[in-house]
Nanobody, 119 residues
Framework: QVQLVESGGGLVQAGGSLRLSCAAS????????MGWFRQVPGKEREFVAV?????YYANSVEGRFSISRDSAKKTVYLQMNNLEPADTAVYYCAAAQKASRDSGEYAYWGQGTQVTVSS
Protein backbone atom coordinates (compact mmCIF):
# COMPACT_ATOMS: atom_id res chain seq x y z
CA GLN A 1 0.00 0.00 0.00
CA VAL A 2 1.06 3.54 -0.73
CA GLN A 3 -0.39 6.60 0.97
CA LEU A 4 -0.34 9.94 -0.81
CA VAL A 5 -1.00 13.32 0.77
CA GLU A 6 -1.29 16.49 -1.32
CA SER A 7 -0.73 20.02 -0.08
CA GLY A 8 -0.18 23.50 -1.44
CA GLY A 9 -3.57 24.30 -2.91
CA GLY A 10 -5.29 27.62 -2.34
CA LEU A 11 -6.75 30.74 -3.86
CA VAL A 12 -4.68 32.71 -6.36
CA GLN A 13 -5.35 35.42 -8.91
CA ALA A 14 -5.10 34.75 -12.63
CA GLY A 15 -1.48 34.94 -13.73
CA GLY A 16 -0.21 33.80 -10.35
CA SER A 17 1.62 30.66 -9.31
CA LEU A 18 1.21 27.77 -6.90
CA ARG A 19 3.30 24.73 -6.13
CA LEU A 20 1.53 21.54 -5.14
CA SER A 21 3.31 18.81 -3.21
CA CYS A 22 2.49 15.13 -2.89
CA ALA A 23 4.19 13.20 -0.11
CA ALA A 24 4.29 9.42 -0.36
CA SER A 25 4.54 6.92 2.47
CA UNK A 26 4.08 3.21 2.93
CA UNK A 27 5.40 0.77 0.35
CA UNK A 28 7.57 3.28 -1.43
CA UNK A 29 10.47 0.89 -2.05
CA UNK A 30 8.89 0.26 -5.44
CA UNK A 31 9.46 3.10 -7.87
CA UNK A 32 6.12 4.27 -9.13
CA UNK A 33 5.20 6.58 -11.92
CA MET A 34 3.55 9.62 -10.37
CA GLY A 35 0.80 11.62 -11.98
CA TRP A 36 -1.33 14.66 -11.30
CA PHE A 37 -4.99 14.82 -12.26
CA ARG A 38 -7.68 17.39 -11.65
CA GLN A 39 -11.44 17.35 -11.42
CA VAL A 40 -14.25 19.87 -11.35
CA PRO A 41 -17.79 19.01 -10.20
CA GLY A 42 -19.80 17.24 -12.86
CA LYS A 43 -16.80 16.41 -15.04
CA GLU A 44 -14.48 13.44 -15.35
CA ARG A 45 -11.09 13.44 -13.74
CA GLU A 46 -8.63 15.00 -16.18
CA PHE A 47 -4.97 14.15 -16.76
CA VAL A 48 -2.54 16.98 -16.02
CA ALA A 49 1.01 15.60 -15.91
CA VAL A 50 3.01 12.46 -15.22
CA UNK A 51 6.63 11.76 -14.35
CA UNK A 52 8.45 8.49 -14.86
CA UNK A 53 11.60 8.24 -16.90
CA UNK A 54 10.15 11.16 -18.87
CA UNK A 55 7.52 13.78 -18.24
CA TYR A 56 4.28 14.26 -20.14
CA TYR A 57 1.75 17.05 -19.92
CA ALA A 58 -1.79 17.77 -21.01
CA ASN A 59 -1.90 20.22 -23.90
CA SER A 60 -3.82 22.68 -21.75
CA VAL A 61 -0.96 23.03 -19.25
CA GLU A 62 2.10 22.48 -21.46
CA GLY A 63 4.56 25.32 -20.95
CA ARG A 64 2.86 26.58 -17.77
CA PHE A 65 3.06 23.58 -15.42
CA SER A 66 6.11 21.57 -14.45
CA ILE A 67 6.19 18.22 -12.66
CA SER A 68 9.22 17.07 -10.69
CA ARG A 69 10.13 14.60 -7.97
CA ASP A 70 12.53 14.44 -5.04
CA SER A 71 13.12 10.74 -4.48
CA ALA A 72 14.97 11.30 -1.22
CA LYS A 73 11.96 13.16 0.19
CA LYS A 74 9.47 10.79 -1.51
CA THR A 75 7.69 13.86 -2.80
CA VAL A 76 6.36 14.91 -6.18
CA TYR A 77 5.72 18.52 -7.06
CA LEU A 78 3.55 20.34 -9.55
CA GLN A 79 4.71 23.88 -10.19
CA MET A 80 1.87 25.83 -11.74
CA ASN A 81 2.62 29.19 -13.34
CA ASN A 82 0.50 31.69 -15.23
CA LEU A 83 -2.63 30.18 -13.75
CA GLU A 84 -5.97 30.70 -15.45
CA PRO A 85 -9.54 30.50 -14.07
CA ALA A 86 -9.96 27.32 -16.17
CA ASP A 87 -7.31 25.68 -13.95
CA THR A 88 -9.71 25.81 -10.98
CA ALA A 89 -10.25 22.24 -9.78
CA VAL A 90 -9.42 19.72 -7.10
CA TYR A 91 -5.96 18.40 -7.88
CA TYR A 92 -5.05 14.80 -7.10
CA CYS A 93 -1.75 13.00 -7.18
CA ALA A 94 -1.67 9.33 -8.02
CA ALA A 95 0.77 6.43 -8.35
CA ALA A 96 0.95 3.83 -11.09
CA GLN A 97 3.37 1.22 -12.36
CA LYS A 98 3.48 2.66 -15.86
CA ALA A 99 3.09 6.12 -17.31
CA SER A 100 -0.41 6.76 -18.55
CA ARG A 101 -2.90 9.55 -19.16
CA ASP A 102 -5.67 7.14 -18.13
CA SER A 103 -6.74 7.56 -14.52
CA GLY A 104 -7.76 3.89 -14.48
CA GLU A 105 -4.08 2.89 -14.59
CA TYR A 106 -3.41 4.51 -11.22
CA ALA A 107 -3.82 2.30 -8.14
CA TYR A 108 -3.18 4.84 -5.41
CA TRP A 109 -4.68 8.30 -4.96
CA GLY A 110 -4.38 11.19 -2.56
CA GLN A 111 -7.35 12.99 -1.04
CA GLY A 112 -6.99 16.03 -3.30
CA THR A 113 -6.25 19.70 -2.78
CA GLN A 114 -8.41 22.57 -4.00
CA VAL A 115 -6.96 25.13 -6.40
CA THR A 116 -9.06 28.19 -7.13
CA VAL A 117 -7.97 30.81 -9.65
CA SER A 118 -9.87 34.08 -9.60
CA SER A 119 -10.18 36.35 -12.64
Amino acid sequence: QVQLVESGGGLVQAGGSLRLSCAASGRTSITYVMGWFRQVPGKEREFVAVIGYRTYYANSVEGRFSISRDSAKKTVYLQMNNLEPADTAVYYCAAAQKASRDSGEYAYWGQGTQVTVSS
